[in-house]
């Protein structure tokens, strides 16, 4: 296993949970998982617009890296 292997492996671990994090942050639409975890204090915390594209736009960005660490995961396997 080279370095650059256990670098983006680690890298996978962290923004996995990232986005484990984020997903669950975000306000729920209606009776699911959201409501469970706690719904009513996410709720008035993420009141703002501003808030929710923000917290958005860090989803997708935490998602793109994320989708990158198995992409380059799976060359260096390949290799």
Do not use: P, Y
């Amino acid at each position: 296993m080279s370095w650059l292997e256990i670098v983006v492996s680690v890298l996978l671990l962290v923004t996995s949970t990232l986005m484990i994090l984020l997903v669950l942050l975000h306000k729920g639409k209606g009776g699911g998982l959201s409501d469970m975890f706690g719904g009513g204090v996410s709720s008035s915390l993420g009141g703002s617009s501003v808030v929710e594209r923000n917290l958005d736009r860090l989803t997708i960005a935490i998602g793109l890296l994320w989708a990158a660490c198995i992409v380059a995961l799976g060359l260096q396997m390949k290799l």
